[in-house]
């Protein structure tokens, strides 16, 4: 991940449906923050403008002994574009990502204990 690139994925819904998206890379610095330009893609990859993107910026930092606080603040170019990629189930689909990363690291602890 450096700034200019790209990083594209795609989801597998519980239907077996494989939306696509995009991260357009504008700042990264490891392991402390990453800031990216969220789009939507066509089934080709291409952008698909009929869709909002979004802006996120995440930052891990150390809160104390032992403890890392990571967050995420996503900006949106109006309330309409949240609204919409809200009802497209960004907040569930956040939720679920980060309770994947608990389970990872929650993993790594105990292996490591």
Request: hydrophobic share 35%.
């Amino acid at each position: 991940l450096t700034p200019g690139g790209r990083s594209e994925y795609h989801m597998t819904g519980p239907t077996g449906d494989q939306p696509r998206g995009f991260w357009d890379i504008l700042e990264a610095d490891p392991p402390r923050r990453l800031a990216y330009r969220h789009g939507f893609a066509h089934d080709d990859g291409t952008p698909n403008p009929d869709l909002p993107g979004m802006t996120a910026h995440v930052t891990i930092e150390s809160i104390d002994a032992g403890r890392t606080r990571m967050s995420i603040e996503s900006r949106f170019p109006s309330t309409e574009a949240m609204e919409q990629i809200l009802a497209m189930g960004m907040a569930e689909g956040l939720t679920q990502a980060v309770g994947q990363i608990d389970a990872i690291l929650a993993e790594d602890s105990v292996r490591s204990a």
